[in-house]
């Protein structure tokens, strides 16, 4: 298949650019002169460029205010200011209304093809990233399934392989580990993400209310029983129900729940009817379930459909390498649920989350950020390990090192230039970032990139102009 080319609108009332342009670039280009801004503005509709050379000086209406009546419009294409008048002013001015680039008269037609090719690759990376957004989007309970560490990745190409099965999932880990988040993602890939999703914490509902709970009542099944009751099972229809601290659940419902997983009906409390159900389950239990089948309290038989997939969570003391990424989830979070304005915290500070066994995992983890942002003090953390009881430092944890400082000139003198000062500061920045999130992937050169935000192509140049490399 042959490669589309781009559209390139020229709008310049010297018809020797467009001339110049087509013979002396290949075939990749599709260029379209208008002589005027008013006729380049009515082109914009008709020929729906994907770029706009657009000259400055033409007599009529200038390039700058063809820019301005260009930005009333929605979804414009992007500007490249071309000038003989290559003056601060004119160059200040078309960034400012938003130009992607200025080219000087007279200019080379390959330094043209460099500035155009430049701003086609951002378009094209908006595009991903747009594309991204709108999958994240339709993902939308999966966004909050932090972490990037070697075992979470394995967990959640579990969860993408089964999401969009029927099949029962159970969820192992200890507690705060992340069950329910881990459930939320299960339904929100499958093609049940439409439907419901309920809840019901097995081990918080009292024994004897807890049948009512799952499967509802008819009126009069029991004193106060005054009218028909729904339960979580027809709530969920269509959807997913959650059963959490699933090991907690009374011997007795066990076996109607099995009921449930088998043939997808059973009958309220005090009824006499079959209630069919269209109900997926997903259980999550921090108990070993296997030790409590030989002492009577979990049904062998119900254990083994349950567990069609297991899902297991490791604690957040096997991966603290996830830690920056939580930390920074939550004060997000909660810099917004609360109005606050609370930076990242300092490396220290960080070193010390790294350090700790985080016996309560993501859910201690969380706490303790949610009190620094309300707070608005990372120094409370030393009193908040404290309450926890002591810990000894782990061996073998990832350290950050401390940003660099400025760069000082190279010369003996000391430079004021703001843009010399300017550069070298944005460069130590730009190479510490790059080494801790190369060194935080364990040099995954493709999930770095993805990180950082830059194309493959870009991180590659940067490793190779910062002369950085895996010993470093």
């Known amino acids: 298949m042959a490669k589309e080319k781009t559209k390139v609108l020229i709008i310049d009332d010297d018809p020797k650019v467009s001339w110049i342009l087509s013979e002396g670039l290949d075939s990749s280009f599709d260029f379209v002169p208008a002589r005027d801004g008013v006729e380049g503005i009515q082109m914009v509709s008709t020929e729906k460029p994907d770029l706009i050379l657009l000259d400055i000086k033409m007599p009529g209406m200038s390039g ?5 009546k260009l930005n009333k419009q929605e979804n414009r294409p992007e500007v490249i200011m071309i000038s003989g ?6 160059v ?5 209304l938003g130009a992607a680039e200025f080219i000087d008269k007279p200019f080379d037609v390959r330094e043209v093809e460099i500035h155009m090719n430049g701003v086609i690759e951002r378009l094209r990376l908006k595009k991903e990233v747009t594309e991204l957004k709108k ?8 966004t909050h399934f932090v972490g990037d560490s070697e075992a979470m990745l394995r967990v959640k190409g579990i969860i993408e392989q089964v999401a969009d099965s029927e099949l029962s999932v159970l969820i192992r880990g200890e507690s705060g580990t992340g069950k329910e988040i881990a459930a939320r993602s299960l339904h929100a890939l499958s093609g049940r993400k439409d439907g419901p999703f309920v809840k019901v914490n097995c081990a918080a509902i009292p024994r004897d209310l807890l049948e009512a709970e799952l499967f509802g009542y008819e009126k009069g099944a029991f004193t106060g029983a005054h009218k028909n009751k729904q339960g979580r099972f027809e709530l969920a229809n269509k959807g997913t129900i959650f059963l959490d601290e699933i090991g907690d659940m009374p011997m007795e419902l066990q076996s109607k729940l099995l009921q449930v997983l088998e043939q997808q009906e059973f009958v309220r409390i005090g009824g006499i009817q079959n209630i069919h159900v269209d109900v997926r389950i997903i259980c999550a239990t921090n ?5 409590a089948i030989p002492a009577q309290a979990f049904r062998d038989d119900l254990f083994y459909r349950l567990n069609e997939i297991t899902v297991f969570l490791p604690p957040l003391r096997e991966r603290p390498e996830d830690i920056p990424l939580l930390v920074s989830h939550f004060i997000e979070k909660y810099n917004q649920l609360y109005q606050k304005e609370q930076p990242p915290v300092s490396v220290e500070i960080m070193n010390q989350l790294l350090a700790f066994d985080w016996p309560g995992n993501i859910r201690q983890l969380e706490n303790m950020v949610k009190q620094v942002v309300v707070r608005g003090d990372e120094s409370i953390i030393g ?4 309450s926890a009881g002591s810990q000894m430092p ?6 950050l090192q401390p940003r660099p400082p400025i760069i000082p000139a190279e010369s003996g003198e000391q430079s004021y230039s703001l843009k010399d000062r300017v550069s070298r500061t944005v460069a130590a920045e730009e190479k510490w970032l790059i080494s801790e999130v190369l060194t935080k992937t364990n040099w995954n050169r493709r999930r770095a990139a993805e990180l950082l ?9 940067k490793i190779k102009d910062y002369n950085l490399n895996a010993t470093k």
Do not use: C, W
């Open 135 to 142: 999958e994240l989007q339709v993902r939308s309970g999966y």
């Open 92 to 96: 200040v001015e078309s960034m400012r």
């Open 64 to 68: 700058l205010e063809v820019l301005e």
């Open 453 to 461: 935000q830059i194309s493959y192509r870009s991180l590659l140049y």
């Open 287 to 291: 108990k070993n379930l296997e030790q």
């Open 85 to 90: 008048h290559g003056d601060t002013k004119y």
């Open 383 to 386: 009193e908040l390990f404290a």
């Open 394 to 399: 782990r061996q073998g944890v990832p350290r």
